[in-house]
Every structure is written in C-alpha cells, then in structure tokens.
Antibody, heavy 120, light 106 residues
C-alpha cells in the first residue's frame, strides 16, 4: 500500500526558504505512470496546487507562485522535495504531497500533511 | 486565472440526497474530480474523470459534468459523509481547486 510522508521544519523565518521532503513508501517513485505533486491548504485560500515533478525530473508549477518554487526528485531515496523561497506569513499552511495519475490527472494518494508556520 | 465556484455549505437529512455543484467556464470540456476532507485529515479522492469512483468509495457517491457545471451527488447520505468537499480541474497545465463545500448531515 503506497504511503507518502511529508517532513521538514514546522517554523520558517520570513524571507527565508521553506524546505520539505516527501518520502514515498510501498511503491517506487521511479515510474512513468505517475506525477508527484505538492499542494497546500490555508484557511483563507483553501487548497492550492503548488507544482509537480515527473520521475524524469520534468517539473511544472503554479504561475501564481512565480519563480519561488523548486521541486526536485531523488529516485535513489524514493523522495521528492519542495523549496519555496522568500516566504512570508501568507505561506503559512498545511503542505501536502500527493501522487497523481499520469492519465486524467487525478491525485489518488495523499500524505497526511505537515504544518509550516512562517514567523520570526 | 481559472476559477471554480462551489456553494459554501449544503445541509442534508440522513438518507436523503445531497448535491454539490462546481461551476467554471466550460468546465464540461475538462475532467473534474472531487475530494472529501474530514477535520484534521488529508483529502480523499471520491470521484475522478467526472463520474468514476475509486475502489473503496461507496456507490452512493456519483458525479456528472456538463456545460459549466460539475455535480457531486451523495445518495442516501450517512452521518459519516459529513465533511468538506472540493472539486478540482486542470486549466493550462495548472490544477485548480474549488473553494470547498461543507456538507452537514442534520
């Protein structure tokens, strides 16, 4: 049974870089059948798609986050990661990683989420 | 940017049918999916590709999508169905979520 687990600091200073890792267990990230996504949730904006990565390293991100997002994959560790630079209080959210089917693009497996607070 | 609009809340009596709408420009030309989220939990996929149920999702959950509106229908609603529901579609390679609908089973 595939499981995803987010990990990383729960508190980040304003203007610094938020870094999270998603560890995939029970299956391989090195598959052409899936994309691997990051999504966040805030009380004010609801669910917001951040971006995704394919096992080959190809990425897409939400234009609303401009160039602040970097997503990478480490197939040897079965992990993918998120870096969000120049964070502000508005980046405070629960961050989820998820698996997305290559066809029809639905997210069928989600991690439990991790809360990140941006504050000094 | 593309927007999906849902009613903030829907109330339903146990055993009755709840319908949750999701509106977006030419949404029927895209595939819609729906997620259920209970307090303190991560979202769970309940409908994908407009009207398909993942394994393990009860038959009382169904979906449709036409014109500008996708609809999630819960037939014979049970207390355990009380949750937030989010629609989602893709526009120009970007995933877009609706604002969410809180379903209350009275």
């Amino acid at each position: 049974q595939l499981q995803l687990q987010e990990s990383g600091p729960g508190l980040v200073n304003p203007s610094e870089t938020l870094s999270l890792i998603c560890t995939v267990s029970g299956g391989s990230i090195n598959s052409s059948s899936y994309y691997w996504d990051w999504i966040r949730q805030t009380p004010g904006k609801g669910l917001e798609w951040i971006g995704s990565i394919y096992y080959s390293g190809s990425t897409h991100h939400n234009p609303s986050l401009k160039s602040r997002v970097t997503i990478s994959v480490d197939t040897s560790k079965n992990q993918f990661s998120l870096k969000l630079s120049s964070v502000t209080a508005t980046d405070t959210a629960v961050y989820y990683c998820a698996r997305r089917q290559q066809y029809y693009y639905y997210m069928d497996v989600w991690g439990k989420g991790t809360t990140v607070t941006v504050s000094s | 940017s593309y927007e999906l609009t849902q009613p903030p809340s829907v109330s339903v009596s146990p055993g009755q049918t709840a319908s949750i709408t999701c509106s977006g420009d030419k949404l029927g030309d895209k595939y819609a999916c729906w997620y259920q989220q209970k307090p303190g939990q991560s979202p769970v996929l309940v409908i994908y590709q407009d009207d398909k149920r993942p394994s393990g999702i009860p038959e009382r959950f169904s979906g449709s999508n036409s014109g500008n509106t996708a609809t999630l229908t819960i037939s014979g609603t049970q207390a355990m169905d009380e949750a937030d529901y989010y629609c989602q579609a893709w526009d120009r390679s970007t995933a877009v979520f609706g604002n969410g609908t809180k379903v209350t089973v009275l």
